[in-house]
């Protein structure tokens, strides 16, 4: 289990790293950068985190 | 041995930088004139015929204009057609076409490599000698509604006319394709040569590789979309990372990233700005190479290779459910569901139906790809090293493509 928040705990923080960089880079496409990014980190993040809490 | 590992790193990394320089030219402006007699505006040498334009990119490479002779003593004609380009008052190029060599099969073309700046008025002026006079004509065209007359404008002698003249303008580019391939053969040539580091530091070195590639892979909108190079790295590493820690292979978890984050789902959400609506055929969303933001929008190229992949994948798990491994079909089967919903969310008409879930479809598609490439590599054998020379030039293979796709999808939607 602690390896399930350890996924979502680096998907969180590598999330935020990227909307500040976003917007500082884009301001004007702000939200066109960031919600493919975060449905996509999102989806890995599931992956990775029902992997752990099925087979650790 | 060793000797031949790093001849053939030198020579990667020669080739690399020799395509690396590699230019050509593309047309940005081409105004094809109309057809007929009356279409035509005989050149005097007491007259000067200029066209205004604006530019796009940073240089005019060359630039034509459509000519036809009109007068039978053109073709033994030693006289020449002066042809200028001014930026405001400023010369900035000229060159001169024999009226010999003009034809009825196209522009003539002078080659002038002066650099502009983009959207800047540029003035095409045409002008003769009394020994070119009356020999060649210039080719109309008449304004429609397919250009408007506020983009350009065309004078004689000052005059402003009701009809432009066919022309058409290249810019001297590098295409996105070479610096890529340059850039994969100057990695592969120092992953050559430093091949004891590379078994050394093996997961270090992957990630790097990744980085490097995700760089590759957004030159074309580095400029344009700042933020799309560190939205790739980030998400290539991620998909890596949780198919390696899944049991894949080093180089299946690399295709698997691969065909998630380098399909075009990702740059047309940044082109269309989310605004993407309707719904697309599988064929069109997932398989043709023509992504374009306006009639695509809501697309993510797999390819050829990531669909057969996902579908030899999916028989895969189905296999292993048939011989009852379901303990270790778990994930798999998970992921299944959920490319069943998405699938429907994303291609059949209904109530929920929403164009983004076709991130999960391409995730979903990556899982299973790279599934059946582990499987496949497991099979030809982990340490024979032909193999895993085949899979990997293979692999460059399948990310030139998505590189070429996407680099194609900047370039149209850019222009939109």
Redesign the interface.
């Known amino acids: 289990m602690r390896k399930v928040f350890f996924i979502i705990w680096w ?1 969180a923080l ?1 999330s935020c ?2 909307i500040a ?2 917007r500082y ?2 301001p004007a ?1 702000f ?3 960031v ?3 975060l ?3 999102a ?3 599931v ?2 985190a ?2 752990y809490a ?2 650790e | 041995m060793q000797l031949l590992r790093y001849s053939a790193g030198a020579i990667c990394i020669l080739l690399g930088g020799l395509v690396f320089f590699v230019h050509t030219d593309r047309q940005f402006i081409n105004l094809t004139p109309g057809e007929g007699a009356g279409l035509l505006q005989t050149i005097r040498s007491e007259e000067v015929y200029e066209q205004t334009f604006q530019t796009r990119g940073q240089t005019i490479s060359k630039i034509g204009a459509y000519l036809v002779p009109v007068n039978a003593n053109a073709k033994t004609s030693q006289a020449v057609i002066t042809i200028s380009l001014f930026a405001g008052a400023d010369q900035i190029a000229t060159a001169d076409i024999p009226v010999s060599l003009i034809n009825n099969s196209g522009p003539s073309f002078v080659r002038l490599d002066v650099p502009s700046n983009k959207n800047e008025d540029i003035t095409l002026r045409i002008s003769a000698l009394p020994d070119a006079h009356g020999l060649i004509a210039l080719q109309k065209r008449q304004f429609d509604e397919t250009f408007s007359q506020q983009t350009i404008l065309f004078t004689i002698d000052g005059e402003k006319q009701d009809y432009a003249i066919g022309y058409t303008v290249y810019e001297n580019i590098w295409p996105p394709f070479v610096q890529q391939l340059g850039g994969i053969l100057v990695c592969a040539g120092l992953v050559l040569v430093m091949w004891n580091l590379v078994q050394q530091a093996r997961n270090m070195t992957s990630i790097l590789l990744l980085l490097y590639i995700a760089l590759l892979y957004a030159a074309p909108s580095l400029k344009t979309y700042p933020s799309f190079f560190p939205a790739v790295a980030i998400l290539i590493v991620a998909f890596w990372a949780v198919l390696r820690i899944s049991g894949r292979t080093t180089i299946a978890a690399t295709f698997g990233a691969f065909v998630f984050v380098c399909s075009t789902w990702l740059p047309l959400y940044f082109i269309t700005n989310g605004t993407a609506e309707g719904i697309l055929s599988v064929r069109d969303a997932l398989i043709d190479p023509n992504q374009i933001s306006v009639s695509h929008g809501g697309g993510g190229y797999v390819g050829i290779s990531g669909a057969l992949f996902a579908v030899v994948g999916i028989c895969i798990w189905i296999y292993r459910l048939a011989t009852r491994k379901l303990v270790v079909t778990q994930l798999d089967s998970a992921v299944a569901f959920l490319f069943v919903v998405s699938f429907y969310i994303t291609f059949i008409p209904s109530p929920i139906h929403h164009y983004k879930a076709i991130i999960l479809v391409v995730g979903c598609i990556a899982w299973f790809a790279s599934l059946s490439f582990d499987s496949m590599q497991r099979f030809l054998g982990l340490r024979d090293m032909f193999v895993q020379t085949l899979l990997v030039l293979l692999l460059a293979i399948f990310l030139l493509d998505f590189m070429n796709i996407t680099a194609r999808t900047f370039a149209y939607g850019i222009g939109i």
Request: glycine residues 12%.
């Open positions: 998907a590598l790293g990227y960089l976003a880079f884009q496409t939200s066109a950068s919600v493919p990014f449905l996509g980190l989806f890995i993040s992956i990775g029902t992997y099925t087979y």
